[in-house]
């Protein structure tokens, strides 16, 4: 797998300490998108199924929300256009194009 350089911080100035112990969230999907007071929210969910029942069914189960001013959506949005885009995979494909190849 190639591994990208970050993308430059608005304000170099400022160190950047990488914790080791942040949360790290799979995500099976996307649920969903909303903006308010300037802040863009993305809702991620995993596919889950509970063994504890006798006839376990998948379940879509919220894992996390990221919340971010415009400007930090804004840059999220150009990254993952250029990183998909470097590895040869067409950031505008629909998850129904994706799925077939």
């Given amino acids: 797998m ?5 993308i430059q911080p608005p304000l170099p100035e400022i160190p950047l300490v990488d914790n080791m ?11 969903g998108l909303s ?16 063994h504890g029942r006798p006839d376990p069914s998948l379940e879509r189960v919220i894992v996390g929300r990221i ?3 415009i400007p930090t959506a804004q840059a999220l949005l150009c990254g993952l256009y250029q990183f998909l885009s470097q590895h040869q995979v067409n950031p505008l494909a629909a998850e129904t ?4 190849q």
């Fill in 35 to 50: 903006l308010l007071n300037g802040i863009v929210t993305v809702t991620l969910e995993n596919p889950r199924a509970d």
């Fill in 2 to 6: 190639k591994m990208h350089p970050p």
């Fill in 97 to 100: 194009e994706m799925r077939c």
């Fill in 67 to 69: 919340g971010m001013p």
């Fill in 21 to 31: 112990f942040a949360p790290e969230i799979l995500a099976g999907g996307l649920t």
